[in-house]
């Protein structure tokens, strides 16, 4: 079956660092994506990962690693407006991306 | 920047109704998908369209049916709605398949309360 876990939730202080790690089952696997949803809105776009390592951009990094089924999303210097679900999703081929359930991060003061 | 819109926010309908939910994007993407999000079990792929008057099911297509007359616009409709179909409702475009291009640009989404 395809499988996608990641933690429900997570909580960190406002300044801190934040790893949402993700580990993935599937038939195929084309890349993974992050996206990030607030309360009530649309997933806006994080991440792409295609190949091994770690990508950064910003604040915010990605890492994958395909021979362990996993990926992990950093988040550095962490603002209160980073309050908000992320969803760890795999291109598996085609026009098929499977989403997990997302982990909701709360970043206290 | 890509805009992906939906026709309600909120919508409130009785059992039986038949629902339109209506979706435009305005970056001439060839692909627009739609999905229903519930708590703890992610986004669920109901139908996509990956031009125009065509159409896949997705993974939980039944009760649902869609509508592609025109690239920008991709329909969903819920012929006889039920309760177990109160849920949010996404809608997402991308262009073309092929690695960094399958980015899916989301709408904000029409939460959908059916009676």
């Known amino acids: 079956g395809q499988n996608i876990d990641q933690p429900t939730e997570m909580t960190a202080t406002e300044g801190a660092i934040v790893q949402i790690n993700c580990t993935y089952q599937?038939?195929?696997?084309?890349?993974l994506f992050w996206y990030q949803q607030h309360a009530g809105e649309a997933p806006t776009f994080l991440s792409y990962?295609?190949?091994?390592g770690l990508e950064e951009k910003g604040r915010f990094s990605s890492f994958l690693s395909r021979s362990k089924g996993y990926s992990y999303l950093l988040l550095k210097e962490l603002q209160m407006k980073d309050s908000a679900s992320y969803l760890c999703?795999?291109?598996?081929?085609?026009?098929?991306?499977?989403f997990g359930a997302g982990t909701r991060l709360f970043v206290k003061a | 920047d890509v805009k992906v819109t939906q026709s309600s926010r909120y919508l409130v309908k009785r059992t039986g109704e038949k629902v339109f939910l209506e979706c435009v994007q305005d970056?001439?993407?060839?692909?627009m998908f739609w999905y229903r999000q519930d708590p703890g079990l992610g986004l669920r792929l109901i139908y996509f369209?990956?031009?125009?008057?065509?159409?896949e099911k997705g993974d939980i297509p039944e009760g649902y049916s869609v509508s592609r007359e025109k690239k920008e616009r991709f329909s969903l409709i819920l012929e006889s709605a039920s309760t177990n179909q109160t849920s949010m409702y996404l809608c997402?475009?991308?262009?073309?398949?092929?690695?960094?291009?399958?980015?899916?640009?989301f709408g904000p989404g029409t939460r959908l309360l059916v009676l």
């Open positions: 999703a795999v291109h598996t081929g085609g026009f098929k991306t499977i």
């Open positions: 369209s990956y031009d125009v008057k065509m159409k």
């Open positions: 997402a475009s991308s262009r073309l398949s092929g690695g960094d291009q399958e980015t899916q640009y």
């Open positions: 990962n295609v190949l091994d």
């Open positions: 970056m001439d993407h060839e692909n």
């Open positions: 599937t038939s195929g696997f084309n890349g």
